[in-house]
Structure formats: C-alpha cells, structure tokens
C-alpha cells in the first residue's frame, strides 16, 4: 500500500471526502487519542495549571479534544482546509490557522509552553512539489517553533519514518535550529505497536537543569519518569478521570475572554462565582 505523502499533497489528499472518513472512523480517532495522550504525556507538564499548547497538524481537532480534556488553551494549524472546515463545524475550543508548517510559522517568541504533533512530520520530507525542498521546509519549520516556545518547552512528534536516512534529516535539522532531544521508540520489538516520538527540548527552563530524554515503552516492564498505561484510554472509555482537573476560575475566565473575542453570543456574564466582584447595588 503506498504511503500518504507519495499519493498526493496533503491539502490535496485530505479533501471532502477523505477528511470525512478520517473523522468518522472510530478506530482512527481512537488510534489518534491514544498517540496524543503519549505526546502528552512526553511534555511532561506539571499538573498545577492549564498550558498554552500549539497542535501541529490538528486536522478535525481530534488531538484537540484531548487537549480540552485536560483543561489546557490551543491552538491548532493544518494546510488541509476541509479538516478544518470540519473543525468549525465541531466548534472546537482551539482557534484555527490555515497554514503550510513548511513556510514556518509567525507566533510571538516564547508564546507556547509545549507543542504537540500526531503524523504530520513526515509530510515535509516529501518534495510533492518542484518548489518544495524538503531540508529547507523542514529548518524553516523547525527553527521558527524553536522561537515560538518557552525556553524550556518541549515538542514532541509522533511521526511514520519512511527510512531511517529520513530520520537523521528530521532529527539533524532539529538540532541544527537550537532543539537538544532525540528519538522514543515505543514498543521497538513490535511491528504492530511500534510508535515513533521525536521529543525536543527548546532549551533549558533555568540554568543548571538538565533536560533528560524519557524511556521508551518496552510492554515488559515500568518505565522511569514518564510513564505511560491503558489507564487512560481505559478511563476515558468509562468516563472516569485519572488527572486532577486545572479547570478552575482562571480557566473559566479565560474560556470566556476568548468566547468573546471570537464574537460568540451568549457567553455567560461574570459574576462572584467566577472570581469577579460585583458592583454594589447601591
């Protein structure tokens, strides 16, 4: 079967119909929550407040609903403009950008506090057009997500590796543009489980800290720091949760700031229950 990438542009792949079918399959969406609570969980994100996080390649907003999940704020780009038409209709709580990551990105420096990708990456290294140079899309997307985050901030990409020379040149332009990480193989002896994650480390947070690269999953054993189970997936099926929720006031708050600046009716009022306080009365 041949691969994505060698079949067409993915803005021209994942037209009407495909973006449908992509959406609708349970067992892709379910296969995609399970790479994105991994990606997650590689961030390595305290537990204590919501994170701004940018969804590299959010397509329907899939990713982003676990995002929401989590209570954290963001937002998500893709080129395909009919997943994203699907996305707006879905009203997902990220905002959306309509954008080629190998023309590079524009955001703030230091806007995000992490980034996600779920198989996306590898779209770069396909030359699908005579304009398209795969090491000079890639450097361009690298280095400017390498300035849009945290200083300290992590990415992590789940991404199909076609070989492995396509991993050195994923992995070379990375470390050419600033990031320090290297490459998870989860499941290596497996062939159905098997899951690439590139995690990169935009700098330290504080001088003297050491960012280290976490233990890929081997199914025998418990990996030290940041592990990861069907407890989650297991949970989310259930509707149990097995993460303390950082949905409190600010988080409210904030929800609604965005409601309406995006021009939505009827976002609710503030009021004490929300942490504003009311004008007296007289």
Avoid at 229 to 238: C, F, L, M, S, V
């Amino acid at each position: 079967m041949s691969r994505p990438e060698h079949i067409a542009p993915p803005e021209l792949f994942y037209g009407d119909t495909e973006a449908k079918k992509y959406t609708s399959n349970t067992r892709i969406a379910s296969i995609q929550a399970e790479m994105t609570l991994r990606a997650v969980e590689l961030l390595n994100l305290p537990d204590d407040r919501p994170y701004y996080l940018l969804d590299i390649g959010c397509g329907s907003g899939l990713s982003g609903e676990i995002l929401d999940e989590d209570g954290h704020l963001w937002v998500g780009m893709d080129i395909a403009p009919a997943m994203l038409d699907i996305a707006v209709e879905k009203d997902v709580e990220g905002d959306l950008f309509l954008q080629d990551i190998g023309q590079g990105m524009g955001f703030r420096p230091g806007t995000f506090d992490g980034a996600i990708s779920v198989s996306v990456i590898q779209w770069l290294c396909n030359a699908d057009k005579s304009e398209n140079k795969p090491r000079y899309r890639l450097h361009r997307f690298f280095s400017t997500l390498f300035m849009s985050l945290q200083r300290g901030a992590r990415a992590v990409f789940q991404f199909y590796p076609e070989s492995d020379m396509q991993v050195e040149m994923i992995m070379g332009t990375a470390m050419k543009c600033g990031f320090t990480g290297g490459l998870v193989v989860d499941y290596p002896n497996s062939k159905k489980a098997r899951k690439f994650y590139l995690c990169l480390f935009a700098g330290q947070a504080a001088p003297g800290e050491k960012q280290e690269l976490p233990q890929a999953l081997d199914g025998d054993e418990k990996a030290d720091g940041v592990t990861y189970t069907e407890t989650r997936i297991h949970n989310k099926a259930h509707g149990k949760k097995s993460r303390k929720s950082v949905k409190d006031t600010s988080w409210v708050l904030k929800k609604k700031e965005l409601a309406r600046k995006r021009g939505k009716e009827g976002v609710p009022l503030d009021s004490r229950y929300t942490g504003r306080k009311r004008k007296p009365r007289f």
